[in-house]
């Protein structure tokens, strides 16, 4: 047969586990949706169809709830770690694991009641991680996506080229708006290094990307990425690189002129919020001297 | 020809409208989705396409966008009311005038720069509102939808009906879950009456819906959601009645027995937090002696 | 206490079922999302907690699957009718049970394999019906949403009101698309009544809707819909009501003037195709003499 | 700074365009989703957002609606290679083009009147094609999402690895069902070679996954995913890699003995169509000799 078979990787995806930990009345929440991908000695079962090396899918979403009882989720992170290495060291076909998991956040909700146990989804941004074992390294991928933030005002966009196909004016005070999707490496890489605080290093790289958006005058949202790209890299020693995938969410002047009505920025001003199509920035923002690894693509237009 | 035309209505849906209104230095923000739907006596554009007695859809779109400058956005209910009041009075073919508004939240962001002009989306509910206005009186129904709420303890559900069907067996301990989506009529029905505080109502219904979640023993999901209906019925005197769509977000706690491991609630437990199916459970409470005039769908499943 | 307890209703919503039947070697698939609905006697569950009227919406899942066997799918509605039936005649609380249910199809994949037994998803429209009995009478509404069509002349748009906040051209040759939402009520109210062939009927529905609006020379959606509805009730005895949710699904000449291109419909043109706002038309067109049942709101916005 | 800036790249995302063709009365339509990222000599509006070098996103949109009027649309990839040219060749910063097209397909609606201006979204699977030219040499991969496929029958799972928490029994009689995720690259790197044609490639390639998926006796959806893709290799020479990302989309036979009913596949059987979890089957086939160069996520999770 002329073909090969190339890349290949197999789990059970979405798993969606929730611990609850209690501390005497006070109860804790974990909720995560953990998806599984194993590569390894697979060609049999592209082949054949032969599954004499093949962990079913079903066994590796059973391993997930398993393990949250055995270990608990102290961090996605961590959770992510027991798993990879459970299944390339455990399984001898199995050369490779990946695990990526979404975190959903929850806050108590105030009540006058006896214990906490009341919680409300925080809808905000889902919290990222990725876990890759390879039997002898690791590689750590945390991230966010869908914090949705604004300026209204000290973003302007001008004195770009102009071609046959250029109608759009300057702007001198524009909203800037973007939905925040962000994924950062970190360069521990094994068990013998000191293992980063995940939820620690979690909440600080979320506040240092808000008030980077926050104080960054931009002249354009490229600069706005990578002064939150660089605040990392420089603030945060855990993280290499960075990469963010930034829609520019258009919010577009009204033109009122026609109902004999102004509408400039100065005195608060009407704006129309465009769905499609917007701007897409994408850029990785990594520490001198170390190798990008973070894939281009993190969404797929 | 035998048949005849029933209810009718039309307008623009899903404006997207955000307004910035400027305090100095200090920026504020409003972030809706109006849509208008107009009734009256148009029976022409539908049986011989005439659009004499038609205001374009296009013209009820420019009109948000024009009050949004003109009149500003006090409270979503607010701007509702002159847009409703507006189409009916500027238009005799124009009888009835319903705007429906959906409202995101945005926090704004701590940072160190001058002025307050940053912000990030909320991302909890979407705060609701729908002003009917046909000419003499007023109806206001506000509401919210996609408040996820969870218990991790304090619920039950036994003692129900066993018929050949029943395979579910009595839970003495279980998380309730749900995604609050809630409607609720003001008694407010002309200009004369004295108008509520629109946000104020909304912070005080909101703040009782998820307390009196957090603080009812649950030996139901029905039971829970007429605790917070007659909550609000009781403590907002500007409101007669209240709707819910409740899904029960089902999570079932695994089975670990096969694994050697007990995942019983007492100790923290692993639960599987299920997509479909759900419980469905809707109802409306209202205030004694007054009529119910929210329809039974708030969802169409 | 001052509240009273109004409308409700509780049950399993989307039951997924796919149900195989064989004929040799030739397979059949039918393939529903099926939710239920259930009131009556309901008031303790939701005053005291106490259950003993309430069937478990377990249990009406179990009976889902557990009626799809018994009795197998012959059509969606006739399945929902074996449903209904069921829960108002064996338990003696629940006095009026309503049936939802998606219908989604699937084509055969033609192959030179022996045997009938490989799909494909159709994907255009979802098929719906909702069957209700209350212990003597019954009302099916059948419908579809989510069939998107699309004329590329034969449409205009003028002769409009114009008041201070028009600014919309008239248009003599434009685009009319939309995405069909339709809601259909048959006469049939009993068992003694001929029931109708509820499949020939959908087929023949869908084919008029269609043809109806293809064939319409429109001066605006509403007479589209008018079109279309008054098609149905003369074609289809079966049906006296059909209600209609059509977004006008804007698609925008572009203004190529600034790059020296002549954009006009008569040699071929370029649109853009927007996502929101919309304009949203509503109406039901009925038999006459007979009472419009199918509430106003088909969709949520 | 210690940071450097790695791949950048940006434009407009998701430019909706229609384009309508007159051939007398009879209409044609392309209806496509476009997306541009430009990469090049971008690191001054990163670093100082100096916009120098910036042709704005606004102006990529305005060329992809004039180039849809100047070339017309004659296949997605054509489409693209004209975009890609054009902003490599045209613009000395820009080194890199990669234009991304999604292309949902329409069908005719038969009706009694004069000419072929009406129709109906087809709505199977969405068509895509990613065209990147460097100024030298071109890359076009071509493929589709979303086309849901099922066998009730041929399809097997056992002789898998059993470990600690396996509890899967094995099945000798299950569904298999999927959505077909592809994407396949073309041999054809640049202008001198023989374009292939585009849609007829695509017309043959998505009958042979159909195909191939239909007539594969199945013991592993990695076998049947295996199957498809040689198949595409031995039989389309322009082919040269493909990439599936497949769900296997859980139909889970219903336990019906607690109603004292047989629920086995023999007979016609009931099953529980799941959501989540899923498993995740993701590979690449390659012709002998060739490089493999589509990454390994085509999804996100």
């Known amino acids: 047969m002329p073909t090969i078979l190339g890349q290949n990787q197999y789990g059970k995806a979405e798993n969606r586990v929730v611990k609850i930990t209690r501390d005497g009345a006070t109860h804790h929440i974990k909720d995560l949706n953990?998806?599984?991908?194993?590569?390894?000695?697979?060609?049999?079962v592209h082949l054949s169809g032969s599954n004499a090396n093949v962990l079913p899918t079903d066994t590796t979403k059973n391993t997930v709830y398993a393990f949250a009882k055995e270990y608990g989720i102290e961090s996605a992170e961590q959770f992510g770690i027991h798993l990879a290495r459970h299944f390339v060291t455990s399984q001898e076909p199995i050369h490779r694991a990946r695990i990526r998991i979404e975190e959903y956040a929850w806050e108590r909700i105030a009540n006058s009641g006896e214990g906490e146990h009341s919680f409300v989804r925080k809808g905000q941004e889902t919290r990222l991680a990725q876990i890759t074992f390879d039997g002898s390294s690791w590689e750590v991928v945390s991230g966010l996506k869908d914090l949705t933030v604004l300026n209204s005002t000290d973003s302007e966009f001008w004195g770009f080229v102009k071609d046959r196909y250029t109608t759009l004016p300057e702007a001198h005070d524009r909203i800037l708006?973007?939905?925040?999707s962000?994924?950062?490496?970190?360069?521990?890489?094994?068990?013998?290094?000191?293992?980063?605080?995940?939820d620690a290093s979690y909440e600080q790289t979320r506040r240092h990307l808000l008030e980077a958006f926050a104080e960054t005058y931009s002249l354009s949202l490229q600069q706005t990425l990578h002064a939150m790209?660089?605040?990392?890299?420089?603030?945060?020693?855990e993280i290499d690189e960075i990469r963010f995938s930034l829609p520019n969410?258009?919010?577009?002047?009204?033109?009122?002129?026609p109902f004999a009505l102004k509408n400039d920025t100065a005195d608060g001003a009407v704006y129309f919020a465009a769905d499609r199509p917007y701007g897409?920035?994408?850029?990785?923002?990594?520490?001198?001297?170390?190798?990008?690894?973070?894939?281009?693509?993190?969404?797929?237009?």
């Open 182 to 198: 962000a994924r950062w490496r970190f360069n521990w890489s094994g068990d013998e290094g000191e293992m980063p605080d995940w």
């Open 280 to 301: 897409l920035i994408e850029a990785t923002v990594l520490r001198d001297g170390r190798e990008a690894r973070i894939p281009a693509d993190l969404t797929n237009l």
């Open 249 to 257: 969410k258009h919010h577009f002047l009204v033109d009122l002129a």
């Open 34 to 44: 953990v998806s599984v991908s194993l590569s390894g000695d697979m060609d049999e």
């Open 177 to 180: 708006a973007t939905d925040i």
């Open 229 to 237: 790209g660089a605040r990392i890299i420089e603030h945060r020693g």
